[in-house]
């Protein structure tokens, strides 16, 4: 069963929220060649939750926090900015903060 992505912008953002799936996430995360281990999934939920409380998405250190684990445990499981990959398969706005 393959999973129709709807229209991404340049740096593979859904153009709307309103389009994202747990499904579309995952399809998204394998379209770009990227693995989505258990963890990763957890992250992603998390910065969805938090942004359902905030209407905004945490900058990295905000983001450890919340989910009570080191920045560099983070960035060794993504291997680039967490943050990016996060929202970008959480269906999210991109990070102010990320280049």
């Known amino acids: 069963m393959s999973v129709e992505i709807p229209e991404r912008d340049g740096d593979g953002y859904l153009l709307s929220m309103d389009n994202w ?3 579309i ?4 995360a394998e379209a770009d060649g990227v693995e989505l281990t258990d963890a990763k999934w957890e992250q992603i939920l ?3 939750e ?8 945490p900058p990295i250190r905000k983001f450890s926090k919340f989910i009570n684990m080191d920045q560099k445990e983070l960035f060794a499981q993504w291997k680039t900015g967490p943050m990016k990959p996060i929202t970008k398969y959480g269906g999210l706005p991109k990070p102010t903060g990320c280049v």
């Open 21 to 23: 799936t747990p499904e």
């Open 25 to 28: 996430g995952k399809a998204m």
């Open 46 to 48: 998390k910065a969805r």
């Open 50 to 57: 938090y942004y359902d409380d905030q209407a905004v998405v």
